[in-house]
């Protein structure tokens, strides 16, 4: 059986103080529901301020990214170490990572072999985009960025990598997919992919969400579907209502 996860990436939004406040409503809304593993990821800057908030409230924070060395001269990047700290979780490769800041499947793999060494949870995101979908590119683009991105950990670390099926058509678009669509990649292309490098035991074992365009309102479709373990959210994650809704909506 593996735990319902819904995690909230709040991209770049939402300073310190705003943080504070988010937070606070949100731990005390989400208290009452068990069961789902609940994941809050601020900017680098709030973590600190978030990880206070979050001491004793079972819900787990994590960081947008990191850089995959040690320690150095990397100015403006943060290192596993200083995540670690803070944080249980680290997101690694969202598209938007991709697409702005050039990270390859290469990149996001050396990120998660970091991961590994601090022990932190990779949330590790694939997608295709737009254009791809629309020339059947979804099976190609998903595999590759799976077994590119997931490659050569210990089979003791695998079973705790979290996937993120993120269709980048659907990333604050509100046109999700559907939960028929999103469980046939991941159940067709995501889990094969992993057995390929794991072992099917592994590949049933990983936890793999969808992200894009989640809201209260559509969550419930994605949860009822069997290869689909929770959610990754945007927009309705920085709201305590639309994420109280999506938490419970796992926790079912
Ligand atoms: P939205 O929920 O805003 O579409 O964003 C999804 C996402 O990119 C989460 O990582």
Redesign the pocket.
């Known amino acids: 059986m593996r735990t319902p996860f819904v ?1 909230g ?1 709040w ?1 770049m939004n939402k300073t310190i103080s705003e943080t504070r406040e988010l937070v606070t409503a949100l731990t005390l809304k989400l208290k009452e529901i068990g069961g789902v593993e609940k994941v809050l990821c601020p900017p680098f800057i709030s973590l600190a301020a978030a990880a206070a908030l979050l001491e004793g409230s079972g819900i787990g924070l994590g960081a947008q990214n990191m850089h995959w060395e040690e320690k150095g001269a990397y100015t403006g990047e943060v290192a596993p170490a200083m995540v670690k700290e803070l944080c249980g979780y680290v ?1 690694l490769g ?3 990572r991709r697409a702005y800041f050039s990270e390859s499947d290469e990149i996001v793999n050396r990120k998660l072999h970091a991961a590994q060494k601090v022990n932190l949870t990779p949330i590790v ?1 694939v997608g295709e985009t737009l254009e791809q979908y629309e020339s059947n590119q979804t099976r190609e683009v998903v595999s590759r960025q799976t077994s590119q991105g997931l490659k050569g950990v210990t089979s003791e670390f695998a079973p705790q990598i979290v996937v ?1 099926y ?1 269709p980048v058509w ?5 046109k ?1 997919s559907t939960g028929e669509a999103a469980n046939v990649v991941v159940r067709d292309f995501i889990r094969p992919a992993i057995a390929e490098l794991y072992g099917q035991q592994t590949a049933q074992a990983i936890r793999v969400l969808y ?5 209260g309102a559509n969550a419930e479709e994605f949860f009822s579907q069997p290869d689909i373990d929770g959610a ?6 920085l709201k305590v209502d639309d994420f109280y809704a999506i938490t419970k909506a796992a926790a079912r």
């Open positions: 995690a990436n991209k997101i969202h598209s938007e995101c993120a993120e659907a990333i604050g678009t509100g999700a992200g894009g365009s989640v809201t990754l959210v945007g927009g309705a994650s």
